[in-house]
C-alpha cells in the first residue's frame, strides 16, 4: 500500500467523527433530506479522502441503485456511500454523488474546544 495523501479543505468542512479528518464542504450540500439506517444523511456534490468499495445493488427507499459504500482513508470506519447508477429516471441525479451519515461526521462549528463564559479573577482585574 502506498502513501495516504490528504486533502486539507477550506471553508467550513464536514469531517470524519472519528479521527478528523476533513470529508466534504458545507457548500457542497445538495440535500439534507437523506436517510440511512443509522439516522440523518447527507447528500454532497463532492468529497474527498475517501476510499469507495465495490459496486452493489441496492434497495433504497427511492428505489434500486447501483451504490458503493465509502470509506475514510485514514482510519478506515464507514462514513456513508456513493450512487454509482440510479435505475429509475427521476433518481438520476443521485449519481456520482456522495452521501455521508451524520452519525459518522462533524460539522466543523462542532467545536472539541471548551469556551468559559465567566470572568475569571484576572479578567475581572482588567475591567
Known amino acids: 500500500m502506498g502513501r495516504i495523501f490528504v486533502v486539507e479543505l477550506e471553508g467550513r468542512t ?9 470529508l466534504a464542504l458545507v457548500d457542497d450540500i445538495v440535500s439534507k433530506a437523506f436517510h440511512s439506517r443509522r439516522g440523518k444523511a447527507y447528500l454532497f456534490t463532492n468529497a474527498v479522502n475517501l476510499t469507495v468499495g465495490p459496486p452493489e445493488e441496492r434497495m433504497m427507499l427511492s428505489g434500486m441503485h447501483t451504490v458503493a459504500d465509502i470509506f475514510c482513508c485514514c482510519c478506515g470506519q464507514i462514513v456513508g ?3 454509482e ?8 441525479y ?3 454523488k456522495f452521501v455521508l451519515e451524520r452519525v459518522r461526521i462533524i460539522d466543523g462549528l462542532d467545536s472539541e474546544f471548551y469556551i468559559d463564559t465567566n470572568p475569571s479573577i484576572s479578567d475581572a ?3
Open 14 to 22: 464536514y469531517r470524519c467523527k472519528f479521527c478528523k479528518t476533513h
Open 81 to 83: 456511500w456513493k450512487y
Open 85 to 92: 447508477a440510479a435505475h429509475e429516471r427521476s433518481q438520476k
Open 125 to 127: 482585574e482588567d475591567v
Open 94 to 96: 443521485k449519481e456520482g
